[in-house]
Protein backbone atom coordinates (compact mmCIF):
# COMPACT_ATOMS: atom_id res chain seq x y z
CA UNK A 1 0.00 0.00 0.00
CA UNK A 2 1.10 3.72 -1.01
CA UNK A 3 1.74 5.70 1.87
CA UNK A 4 -0.25 8.38 0.33
CA UNK A 5 -2.70 7.24 -2.26
CA UNK A 6 -4.87 9.46 -4.73
CA UNK A 7 -6.68 8.73 -7.99
CA UNK A 8 -4.47 9.91 -11.38
CA UNK A 9 -7.69 11.06 -13.01
CA UNK A 10 -8.14 12.68 -15.04
CA UNK A 11 -11.28 14.40 -13.42
CA UNK A 12 -13.44 16.62 -15.63
CA UNK A 13 -15.89 19.17 -14.17
CA UNK A 14 -17.57 21.93 -16.27
CA UNK A 15 -16.58 25.51 -15.77
CA UNK A 16 -18.39 26.21 -12.15
CA UNK A 17 -18.91 23.41 -10.77
CA UNK A 18 -17.30 22.45 -7.23
CA UNK A 19 -14.53 20.19 -8.03
CA UNK A 20 -13.35 16.96 -5.45
CA UNK A 21 -10.26 15.81 -4.78
CA UNK A 22 -9.70 13.17 -2.31
CA UNK A 23 -6.25 12.04 -0.65
CA UNK A 24 -5.73 8.84 1.55
CA UNK A 25 -2.89 8.15 3.98
CA UNK A 26 -1.62 5.50 5.48
CA UNK A 27 0.47 6.76 8.64
CA UNK A 28 -2.06 7.53 11.08
CA UNK A 29 0.32 9.38 12.90
CA UNK A 30 0.43 12.03 10.92
CA UNK A 31 -0.27 15.56 11.71
CA UNK A 32 0.40 18.19 8.86
CA UNK A 33 -1.15 17.68 5.67
CA UNK A 34 -0.92 19.76 2.37
CA UNK A 35 -2.17 20.44 -1.22
CA UNK A 36 0.39 21.70 -4.04
CA UNK A 37 -0.95 22.59 -7.61
CA UNK A 38 1.08 21.60 -10.03
CA UNK A 39 1.13 23.13 -13.76
CA UNK A 40 1.96 21.19 -16.83
CA UNK A 41 6.23 21.73 -17.08
CA UNK A 42 5.87 23.93 -13.85
CA UNK A 43 7.40 23.44 -10.26
CA UNK A 44 4.42 22.24 -7.06
CA UNK A 45 2.92 25.09 -5.54
CA UNK A 46 1.20 25.09 -1.87
CA UNK A 47 -2.42 25.96 -1.91
CA UNK A 48 -3.30 24.86 1.51
CA UNK A 49 -2.38 23.62 4.44
CA UNK A 50 -4.31 21.99 7.40
CA UNK A 51 -3.42 20.56 10.62
CA UNK A 52 -6.61 19.49 12.76
CA UNK A 53 -9.79 18.04 11.82
CA UNK A 54 -12.67 19.80 9.95
CA UNK A 55 -12.71 21.74 7.45
CA UNK A 56 -10.32 24.80 6.81
CA UNK A 57 -11.13 27.71 3.99
CA UNK A 58 -9.56 30.07 1.56
CA UNK A 59 -11.07 31.52 -0.99
CA UNK A 60 -12.28 29.62 -3.52
CA UNK A 61 -10.34 26.29 -1.82
CA UNK A 62 -11.67 24.26 1.07
CA UNK A 63 -9.69 21.65 2.71
CA UNK A 64 -11.01 18.69 4.88
CA UNK A 65 -9.15 16.37 7.41
CA UNK A 66 -10.60 13.31 8.83
CA UNK A 67 -8.03 11.86 10.97
CA UNK A 68 -9.98 8.70 11.96
CA UNK A 69 -10.69 8.14 8.52
CA UNK A 70 -7.30 9.04 7.34
CA UNK A 71 -8.63 10.88 4.32
CA UNK A 72 -7.79 14.69 3.43
CA UNK A 73 -9.50 15.98 0.53
CA UNK A 74 -9.48 19.38 -1.29
CA UNK A 75 -12.75 20.99 -2.53
CA UNK A 76 -12.45 24.03 -5.33
CA UNK A 77 -15.80 26.16 -5.70
CA UNK A 78 -16.98 27.66 -8.89
CA UNK A 79 -14.04 25.81 -11.31
CA UNK A 80 -12.36 27.80 -13.51
CA UNK A 81 -10.27 26.86 -16.91
CA UNK A 82 -6.95 27.93 -14.71
CA UNK A 83 -7.51 25.84 -12.32
CA UNK A 84 -6.77 23.19 -14.50
CA UNK A 85 -3.57 21.27 -13.11
CA UNK A 86 -2.25 18.57 -11.22
CA UNK A 87 -3.06 18.51 -7.28
CA UNK A 88 -0.55 16.56 -5.39
CA UNK A 89 -1.42 15.79 -1.52
CA UNK A 90 1.40 15.72 1.09
CA UNK A 91 1.57 14.69 4.17
CA UNK A 92 4.06 14.62 7.17
CA UNK A 93 4.35 12.30 9.70
CA UNK A 94 4.41 12.25 13.61
CA UNK A 95 7.92 13.39 14.50
CA UNK A 96 10.16 16.01 13.69
CA UNK A 97 12.08 13.71 11.99
CA UNK A 98 9.56 12.47 9.77
CA UNK A 99 9.35 13.61 6.23
CA UNK A 100 7.12 14.61 3.49
CA UNK A 101 5.54 11.98 1.60
CA UNK A 102 3.74 12.98 -1.82
CA UNK A 103 0.55 11.04 -3.68
CA UNK A 104 0.95 10.47 -7.27
CA UNK A 105 -1.15 13.08 -8.09
CA UNK A 106 -5.07 13.94 -9.20
CA UNK A 107 -5.20 15.53 -12.98
CA UNK A 108 -8.15 18.13 -12.82
CA UNK A 109 -9.41 19.26 -15.99
CA UNK A 110 -11.86 22.22 -16.20
CA UNK A 111 -13.93 22.29 -19.06
CA UNK A 112 -15.56 25.41 -20.76
CA UNK B 1 12.84 38.17 -6.11
CA UNK B 2 13.57 35.66 -3.10
CA UNK B 3 13.04 32.16 -3.89
CA UNK B 4 15.11 28.75 -5.10
CA UNK B 5 16.90 29.16 -8.35
CA UNK B 6 17.82 25.58 -9.85
CA UNK B 7 20.42 25.70 -12.81
CA UNK B 8 20.60 24.42 -15.17
CA UNK B 9 16.69 24.10 -16.77
CA UNK B 10 17.37 21.30 -18.57
CA UNK B 11 20.48 19.12 -19.81
CA UNK B 12 21.26 16.52 -22.05
CA UNK B 13 24.22 14.21 -20.03
CA UNK B 14 26.18 11.05 -21.56
CA UNK B 15 26.01 7.85 -19.24
CA UNK B 16 29.01 7.50 -16.81
CA UNK B 17 29.55 11.07 -16.61
CA UNK B 18 29.37 13.16 -13.60
CA UNK B 19 26.80 15.99 -13.37
CA UNK B 20 26.17 18.28 -10.55
CA UNK B 21 22.36 19.88 -9.92
CA UNK B 22 22.53 23.27 -8.55
CA UNK B 23 20.25 24.81 -5.97
CA UNK B 24 20.74 28.36 -4.05
CA UNK B 25 17.91 29.76 -1.87
CA UNK B 26 17.85 33.20 -0.76
CA UNK B 27 14.84 33.00 2.10
CA UNK B 28 17.44 31.60 5.25
CA UNK B 29 15.56 28.23 5.26
CA UNK B 30 17.03 25.61 7.57
CA UNK B 31 15.86 22.90 5.64
CA UNK B 32 16.32 21.92 2.16
CA UNK B 33 15.40 18.88 -0.05
CA UNK B 34 15.89 17.41 -3.30
CA UNK B 35 13.17 15.05 -5.30
CA UNK B 36 12.55 13.51 -8.20
CA UNK B 37 9.72 13.51 -10.04
CA UNK B 38 8.18 10.72 -12.80
CA UNK B 39 5.43 9.80 -14.46
CA UNK B 40 3.34 7.66 -12.11
CA UNK B 41 5.71 7.91 -9.26
CA UNK B 42 5.23 11.73 -8.24
CA UNK B 43 7.83 13.32 -6.10
CA UNK B 44 10.20 10.90 -4.23
CA UNK B 45 12.67 12.66 -1.99
CA UNK B 46 16.57 11.63 -2.68
CA UNK B 47 18.44 13.66 0.12
CA UNK B 48 17.85 16.38 2.31
CA UNK B 49 19.20 18.95 4.93
CA UNK B 50 18.00 19.72 8.37
CA UNK B 51 20.10 22.53 8.85
CA UNK B 52 23.56 23.74 7.45
CA UNK B 53 26.42 21.11 7.71
CA UNK B 54 24.01 18.00 8.13
CA UNK B 55 21.97 15.76 5.35
CA UNK B 56 19.93 13.04 5.16
CA UNK B 57 19.17 10.12 2.68
CA UNK B 58 15.69 9.81 1.62
CA UNK B 59 13.30 7.41 -0.12
CA UNK B 60 15.71 7.06 -3.81
CA UNK B 61 19.00 8.00 -2.55
CA UNK B 62 21.25 5.09 -4.29
CA UNK B 63 23.79 7.35 -7.09
CA UNK B 64 22.89 10.76 -5.85
CA UNK B 65 25.39 12.46 -3.01
CA UNK B 66 24.56 16.32 -1.87
CA UNK B 67 26.42 18.59 0.47
CA UNK B 68 25.32 21.91 2.44
CA UNK B 69 28.03 23.64 3.22
CA UNK B 70 26.09 26.92 3.75
CA UNK B 71 22.60 27.52 4.87
CA UNK B 72 21.21 29.13 0.87
CA UNK B 73 23.26 26.22 -1.20
CA UNK B 74 22.27 22.95 -1.58
CA UNK B 75 24.14 21.26 -4.64
CA UNK B 76 23.10 17.54 -5.83
CA UNK B 77 25.70 15.27 -7.45
CA UNK B 78 25.28 12.31 -9.81
CA UNK B 79 28.54 11.02 -9.14
CA UNK B 80 28.23 8.71 -12.85
CA UNK B 81 24.74 8.98 -14.56
CA UNK B 82 22.68 6.29 -15.79
CA UNK B 83 19.88 6.33 -18.00
CA UNK B 84 17.26 5.67 -15.08
CA UNK B 85 18.32 8.45 -13.58
CA UNK B 86 16.46 11.00 -16.12
CA UNK B 87 13.66 12.64 -14.22
CA UNK B 88 12.73 16.36 -13.48
CA UNK B 89 14.25 17.26 -10.40
CA UNK B 90 12.97 20.02 -7.83
CA UNK B 91 14.96 21.31 -5.39
CA UNK B 92 12.92 22.99 -2.53
CA UNK B 93 13.27 24.36 0.88
CA UNK B 94 11.39 25.17 4.10
CA UNK B 95 11.79 26.95 7.25
CA UNK B 96 12.56 23.98 9.15
CA UNK B 97 12.37 19.92 8.44
CA UNK B 98 9.18 18.98 7.94
CA UNK B 99 7.23 20.93 10.16
CA UNK B 100 6.59 23.88 7.60
CA UNK B 101 5.46 24.66 4.21
CA UNK B 102 7.73 23.48 1.41
CA UNK B 103 8.82 25.78 -1.56
CA UNK B 104 9.70 24.46 -4.86
CA UNK B 105 12.58 25.53 -7.10
CA UNK B 106 11.38 25.55 -10.82
CA UNK B 107 12.86 22.61 -11.86
CA UNK B 108 16.12 20.73 -13.61
CA UNK B 109 15.11 18.30 -16.83
CA UNK B 110 17.67 15.62 -16.94
CA UNK B 111 18.02 13.34 -20.12
CA UNK B 112 20.87 10.11 -18.94
CA UNK B 113 21.38 9.24 -22.82
Known amino acids: QKEVEQNSGPLSVPEGAIASLNCTYS??????FFWYRQYSGKSPELIMS????GDKEDGRFTAQLNKASQYVSLLIRDSQPSDSATYLC????????????FGTGTRLQVTL | IAGITQAPTSQILAAGRRMTLRCTQD?????MYWYRQDLGLGLRLIHY???????GKGEVPDGYSVSRANTDDFPLTLASAVPSQTSVYFC????????????FGQGTRLTVV
Open chain 2, 49 to 55: SNTAGTT
Open chain 1, 27 to 32: DRGSQS
Open chain 1, 90 to 101: AVKGDGTASKLT
Open chain 1, 50 to 53: IYSN
Open chain 2, 92 to 103: ASSEHFGITEAF
Open chain 2, 27 to 31: MRHNA
